[in-house]
């Protein structure tokens, strides 16, 4: 009783990590719960109490619900194999009975649409049953389902925009004109943000955008808006795996993701309950403007609370060197390394790299690709620098500008140079504990990332991957030496 504190689980996720920068801007004390807290290190979340917790252990919950009113529970375990039906359902019994006996009054969930009895997928009968399972102990349960949540990091649209990009020509499976009613991510928000005003709503709420439409013409609307002709045909494909592994060769989903989407496309996902309409004030915006926001926000300087959300930073046991792979609609090429240096020494010497000293890996090849650029009227690398070592929020940098700077901890440069696609390069310094196995150094992740436009944003990809080899370690290593130089 008194509980003011509100709970979120899945900080670290997609939603989650847009949910939580509202609910500071509306003065909640919060506290979020993170397997591991240092993926949310650098967030400006002043004030929030970020505590170290599995949803899987029983064990930590009670610490984790205590003196909490409301708790938001926005997690799943899709990717965990075969077995996130089974895994969920443990969770949410454990988390709905912990939440009891802690004296929680609310638990505010994010679930799928679609009719109970015309659910077959795995995928969107587990979402309903870890609704109704959260419910069981008593707390009572406000339970939001949606169906493609449309914003650029959500798996579904994801997928959409992956296959509409890299297929000028789809043959595809017969659910490409199985109906949906998808829903731009802001108006999912509004709707966990504006629970917290409506104490007496309880129960499943349906919520969908404007429009509804087919699969197919979710692809053909995302193609007009991004300017790219494209042609479906669908063909009787017997078997989902059949589906699910072509989504994975052509898009960077796991299959292991895919497959369970793959089967939830095949239900037909459309507001049948519009209570939601009436009981709150949100009045949800159409498909094509949801499109063009999520492509906005790639565009823009907003991009950390997309795919950054949910990427994950260094962990402990993490191996040095480089990985290949892709996350949430970006390609990325890491390396890793840790310095005998502290972060600050580290951050100061990554953020004196390039301008009038040049790059200390490949500068000829940086030298040639800013040519190239100004050839092609950008920017090329005639801006240099305001300062040799300091920078600032939106300073230019050869060229690329500074989107986020968070001394010590987090630097994201993003290109301005003529490209097939949009392209960063980000820098995460964390502290090696030397209590938890660490050097008492610092551990320095370098990430470079690439949203490709189209068939010549692959192209370009893998054209330019071979110089990265080279280029990329060798900014590692001149950082890690300058740093450890006494």
Not at 275 to 284: D, G, I, N, Y
Not at 400 to 429: N, S, Y
Request: proline content about 6%.
């Amino acid at each position: 009783m008194g509980a003011t504190r509100v709970l979120v689980t899945g900080a670290t996720g997609y939603i989650g990590g847009r949910l939580v920068p509202r609910l500071i801007a509306r003065g909640e004390l919060l506290r979020c719960v993170a397997r591991d807290p240092e993926r949310l290190a650098g967030r400006d979340w002043s004030g929030v109490e970020i505590v170290r917790g599995d949803l899987a252990d029983p064990g930590c919950l009670p610490s984790v619900l205590a003196d909490v009113g409301t708790a938001y529970y926005l997690v799943h375990s899709m990717a965990e194999g075969e077995a996130f039906r089974e895994r969920d359902r443990a969770m949410a019994r454990s988390f709905g009975e912990a939440a009891a006996a802690a004296g929680v009054g609310r638990i505010i969930y994010l679930g799928g649409l679609g009719r109970t009895e015309d659910v077959r997928s795995r995928h969107l009968v587990s979402r309903q049953e870890v609704g109704r399972t959260l419910a069981l102990a008593g707390v009572p349960v406000v339970e939001f389902r949606a169906a493609v949540i449309v914003g650029s990091g959500s798996a579904s649209f994801e997928m959409i925009r992956h296959l509409v990009e890299r297929l000028p020509v789809m043959v595809t499976p017969r659910w490409v004109d199985t109906r949906c009613q998808p829903i731009g991510v802001r108006d999912v928000l509004d709707y966990l943000l504006e629970t917290l005003d409506l104490p007496d709503a309880e129960g499943i709420y349906e919520i969908g955008g404007r429009d509804v439409l087919s699969y197919r013409e979710m692809m053909l609307h995302y193609a007009r808006v991004r300017g790219l002709p494209r042609i479906i045909k669908a063909l009787p494909v017997p078997r989902p795996q059949l589906s699910s592994r072509f989504v994975g060769l052509v898009t960077p989903i796991p299959r292991r993701i895919a497959h369970p989407l793959i089967q939830s496309l095949q239900t037909e996902v459309v507001v049948r309950d519009d209570r939601a309409l009436h009981e709150f004030s949100v009045v949800p915006i159409g498909y094509d403007q949801a499109v063009e926001r999520a492509l906005a926000r790639l565009a823009t300087d907003e991009v950390v609370t997309t795919w950054a959300s949910s990427l994950a930073s260094l962990g402990r046991g993490v191996p040095e060197g480089r990985q290949l792979s892709s996350h949430e609609g970006m390609l990325l090429e890491q390396h890793r390394t840790r310095v005998d240096a502290q972060p600050q020494r580290v951050f100061d010497e990554i953020c004196a790299l390039g301008g009038d000293e040049g790059w200390p890996a490949g500068n000829a090849l940086w030298q040639l690709r800013g040519l190239m650029d100004r050839a092609c009227g950008g920017v090329g690398m005639r801006r240099g620098r305001r300062h040799p070592r300091e920078l600032l929020a939106g300073d230019p940098l050869d060229f690329w500008r500074v989107e986020t700077i968070d001394a010590p901890h987090l630097l994201r440069l993003r290109a301005e140079m003529k490209l097939p696609g949009t392209a960063w390069l980000q820098f995460e310094v964390l502290p090696d504990d030397p209590g938890n196995g660490g050097t008492g150094g610092a551990r320095v992740e370098q990430t470079a990332l690439y949203d490709p436009r189209g068939v010549l944003g692959y192209l370009y990809w893998y054209a330019v991957r071979p110089f990265h080899r080279f280029v990329f370690p060798g900014l590692l290593r001149a950082v890690k030496q300058r740093s450890e130089a006494p």
